[in-house]
């Protein structure tokens, strides 16, 4: 009944930069941490950035960053639309990976942890 669907992988170029998405939908009563997680092909997955809820009166909360992507990426979310962005800039060859959305939602009257499928991020010349 939940869903968590990524948008915004591409091919980019070295220096570049690209914005994801990820929309939450379906049987929503609320929408707590959020966070982007990524893995490249024979490596562990990464927690990239965390955001924590900011309720109705902000769209998000306090961030949190892996120190391979701080001062280039950057996490936030509109809870009007259960959405999450991760803004990257300055990409390079390293970034290349699947990239997840992954978000703990309380759905009808239970809190569990919701995945996305992937998007695919390559940064190559």
């Known amino acids: 009944q939940v869903q968590l669907v990524e948008s915004g992988g591409a091919l980019v170029q070295p220096g570049g930069s690209l914005r994801l998405s990820c929309a939450a939908s379906?049987?929503?009563?609320?929408?707590?941490?959020m966070r982007w997680y990524r893995q490249a092909p024979g490596k562990q997955r990464e927690l990239v950035a965390t955001?924590?809820?900011?309720?109705?009166?902000?769209?998000?909360?306090?961030?949190n960053y892996a120190d391979s992507v701080k001062g280039r990426f950057t996490i936030s979310r509109d809870n009007a639309k259960n959405t999450v962005y991760l803004q990257m800039n300055s990409l390079r060859p390293e970034d290349t990976a699947v990239y997840y959305c992954?978000?703990?939602?309380?759905?009808?009257?239970?809190?569990?942890?919701?995945w996305g499928q992937g998007t695919q991020v390559t940064v190559s010349s």
């Open positions: 992954n978000a703990e939602i309380t759905s009808e009257a239970y809190r569990l942890n919701y």
């Open positions: 379906g049987s929503i009563r609320s929408v707590n941490t």
């Open positions: 955001i924590s809820s900011g309720g109705s009166i902000s769209s998000g909360g306090s961030t």
